[in-house]
C-alpha cells in the first residue's frame, strides 16, 4: 500500500522558517525521485523543486536560495526547508512521486505566511 504523509505545516511570521516532512511506506524510497508543489486557492499547481535518487536537486526561481530539498532514505522520509518566507509563499504543499509508472502524491499540508 502505497501512501505519503506530509507534516509540518502551520502558521509562520514573514521571515520565519518552516520544515516539511513527506513520509513514503510501500514504495522503494531510496531508488525514487520526489517532488514538492505548492497550490494557492484559484492558482494552477506549481512545482516547487525535486530531488533524485541520487540527492541532486533543482528549485523553481521563486524559491531558489532560500527553500532546501533534502532525503533520509533510512527514514523513508523527504524534507522542504523554508526560510525567509514570504507572503506569497502561503499555499498547500504537496509532495509527490512516480514509482513504476503510478503517479503517488500527499494529502498536502497547508502553510500560512502572516504577521
Known amino acids: 500500500q502505497v501512501q505519503l504523509v506530509e507534516s509540518g505545516g502551520g502558521l509562520v511570521q514573514p521571515g520565519g522558517s518552516l520544515r516539511l516532512s513527506c513520509a513514503a511506506s510501500?514504495?522503494?524510497?531510496?531508488?525514487?525521485?520526489i517532488d514538492w508543489y505548492r497550490q494557492a486557492p484559484g492558482n494552477q499547481r506549481e512545482l516547487v523543486g525535486s530531488?533524485?535518487?541520487?540527492?541532486?536537486?533543482n528549485y523553481a526561481d521563486s524559491v531558489k536560495g532560500r527553500f532546501t530539498i533534502s532525503r533520509d532514505n533510512a527514514r523513508n522520509t523527504a524534507y522542504l526547508q523554508m526560510s525567509s518566507l514570504k507572503a506569497e509563499d502561503t499555499a498547500a504543499y504537496y509532495c509527490?512521486?512516480?514509482?513504476?509508472?503510478?503517479?503517488?502524491w500527499g494529502q498536502g499540508t497547508q502553510v500560512t505566511v502572516s504577521s
Open positions: 510501500g514504495i522503494i524510497f531510496r531508488f525514487t525521485n
Open positions: 509527490h512521486t512516480n514509482h513504476f509508472t503510478r503517479d503517488y
Open positions: 530531488i533524485t535518487s541520487g540527492g541532486n536537486t
